[in-house]
């Protein structure tokens, strides 16, 4: 039986991963250190080693007996990263620096990494492919695009077999058999949460209806949690020795707010309350995957759609 580490397993995308991949007959061990996750979601059955990336020993004791990571662990506000850079700094990446050095103590070969379409910053064009220019504007970007370098060193000097996968927006939820696992972030930067939250005293605040889109609004890329789980299982099985992969997940299709609105509106069966403001300073008019690598290199096409990812995110409530 494979025994897979998955850091980060309590918070969001990685609790689903532990569900996903028990219920595929893996074997799990989970390493987090509960700042943003929840413990509750970390399924009985489960080694859970409640310890930081930072303390290497919790690293080597969470990794005993696997043969491959899904690190999903590590700082992700946007806002938080430009305010305390030091944090991300450490926590993304020197994080990041130990967990590698004990895989490689420990001769485990093999990564899976949650990077993130940060790292390409504003794109010149869209959708973006994995050979668009990385300038990321703020230091969450950053720390995963030098978490990413790092990566493809350790596969080119020791032979580590790896993947490292450029989220887009990810949404949805998992009816689980204990449940719903959900987004519980707080605070909550994420646009369906927040709309799906949203109540008159409380409007959900849309930035910016002047840009240049099909309806003024931001477009931005979804892709349901669950499908992210698949393409991750994927690429485990896929990723070979002293090869590092960078993929992109998305749907591949972009949707802007008034859509998302629109969507939620309908799994509520009430109009969303929302309100106009100005635009963000730094947010890009459109954001959309170009995921042909991951159909070609995992096999992978998304299944669940927006409709699908509200409706999930809005049972879960
Ligand atoms: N949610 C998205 O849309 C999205 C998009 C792109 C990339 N990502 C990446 O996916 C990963 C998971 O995101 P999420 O939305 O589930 O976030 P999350 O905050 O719910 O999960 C992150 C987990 O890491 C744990 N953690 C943080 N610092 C740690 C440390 N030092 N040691 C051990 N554990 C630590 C937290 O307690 C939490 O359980 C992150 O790396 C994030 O950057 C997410």
Redesign the pocket.
Known sequence: MTRILV????????ATAVDILMGQGFDISV????????EDDVPKGVKFVK????NREAISESLEGCSAVIH?????LVGESVAKPELYWQ?NVV?SRNLLDVMRENKVKKIVF?????TYGEPESVPISENAPTRPTNA?GAT?LAIDAMITDEARAHGLAAASLR?????GALQSQRGWLT?R?DPET?LIPNILRSTPANPVKIFGVDWPTVDGTCIRDYVHVIDLIDAHISALRVIKESSHEIINLGSGTGYSVREVLTAASAALRHQVPFIESARRLGDPAVLIADIRKAQKILGWTPQRDINVMVADAAASR
């Open positions: 850091t980060g397993g309590a918070g969001y995308i990685g390493l987090d250190d509960c700042s943003t996750g929840h310890g930081s990336l930072l999903f662990a590590g700082k992700s926590v994080g949650s990077s993130s379409a940060a969450y995963k989220y887009f927006n990810v949404a987004e972030h994420h």
